[in-house]
């Protein structure tokens, strides 16, 4: 009797840790959805930023929840069974990289994770400090300015969709080009943390799918990339080997995210086996595959779009409109960071000269 009532309790333990699990998972991404839309600056310059959202939400959230559905039914549609026997979160990493064809995709966006990190971080701290500048110029005035912190984000994007996440993040932002004096910097701490989270990444296939390393593995990557996104810094102030380069940053990013794509595509062009059209067919292996590919595909559409606006922008159209045309050769995890660490030194070039027209 005893030992009956204890199993019981212990069941009744995990079931309440279950269904705290799931609550808090729902209320993290529908509470970061909701503050980082009424934060969104609604213009014409970031209306297609909006657009990629919406069509991104819709989308991935659409596969999500079938999925969720799948994985239900399989269970015998028992809600109590479902919510003790079925891990989410762990199980639709899982999913998606445990065979080399599905890898292919899912790598692809998560690395791009830590590039999506330093660029939000450095710019949502530009922001801040931009912010409280303003505020403090114009003390008197009722209107002050508000500035979102990153890490709303950045459980968005880690918890929804990062092409959620991402449009929604540049939807607030200035899209005219800041004038600087030199290049910024972010904490020599803040890009260990980045590149150790996208080595914990790498490292993903190689554990045991469910395994306890694997697990263990998965926890340490969100808890290395959310890190950075809770760091205060003002990425204008260089110190010395206390702060790291941004475009220094970015171009390692590039090559980790290139080093990545050509190891997992090399196997597609010279194995008899490993054909382009299986990834065609692990693109629709099941729904939690195909939402993770989706997101990864709404990635791409805004690097896309970011990189020919924002070239334009700098009169320099050219640069983004190649970038674009080989990223689906090398990856979005590739071409996007090589392209923000050329626009931050772009930047500064094209300043730096008309500075001196002035002067003389």
């Not at 209320?27 to 919406?54: D, E, H, M």
């Not at 999500?64 to 979160?89: M, P, T, V």
């Not at 980045?194 to 190689?206: D, K, N, R």
């Amino acid at each position: 009797m005893e030992a009956t009532a204890e199993t019981a309790s212990t069941d009744s333990t995990l079931y309440y840790k279950a269904v705290g699990s799931i609550a808090v998972y729902f209320t993290t991404v529908i509470s970061a959805l909701l503050v980082c839309i009424a934060r969104t600056r609604l213009s014409a310059s970031n209306a297609l930023y909006v657009l990629i959202a919406i069509a991104s939400l819709c989308t991935t959230w659409y596969y999500i929840l079938s999925w969720f559905q799948k994985e239900y039914e399989a269970l015998g549609s028992d809600l109590n069974r479902f919510i003790l026997e079925s891990d989410l979160f762990v199980q639709a990493y899982a999913i998606v990289t445990n065979t080399l064809p599905k890898w292919w995709w899912s790598s692809q966006l998560l690395l791009l994770t830590g590039t999506a990190l330093t660029c939000w971080s450095v710019e949502g701290q530009s922001l801040r400090v931009e912010t409280q500048a303003a505020n403090e110029a114009s003390s008197g005035s009722s209107k002050k300015k508000k500035w979102t912190p990153t890490w709303w984000f950045v459980l968005l994007g880690f918890f929804g969709s990062m092409s959620v996440g991402g449009p929604l993040f540049l939807a607030q932002l200035d899209p005219t080009p800041k004038k600087r004096a030199h290049v910024r910097s972010v904490p020599t701490i803040l890009a260990w943390l980045i590149l150790f989270g996208e080595a914990s990444v790498m490292a993903t296939p190689f554990f045991e799918s469910m395994s306890t390393r694997f697990t263990q593995n998965l926890i340490l990557t969100h808890v290395l990339f959310l890190i950075p996104s809770l760091i205060t810094f003002n990425p204008e102030i260089r110190q010395g080997i206390s702060t790291f380069s941004l475009p220094r940053l970015y171009f390692i990013l590039a090559m980790v995210g290139l080093v990545s794509h050509v190891m997992y595509s090399l196997p597609f062009a010279f194995s008899p086996i490993m054909k382009p059209v299986v990834l065609y067919r692990a693109l629709w292996h099941n729904h939690c595959q195909t939402s993770i590919s989706a997101d990864m595909m709404f990635n791409n559409l805004l690097a896309a779009v970011y990189m020919i606006q924002s070239s334009r922008q700098l009169k320099k159209l050219r640069m983004g409109l190649m970038l674009t045309l080989v990223m689906p050769i090398l990856s979005v995890s590739t071409v996007l960071p090589l392209y923000l660490g050329w626009r931050e030194r772009q930047l500064v070039a094209r300043d730096t000269g008309k500075e001196k027209k002035k002067n003389k």
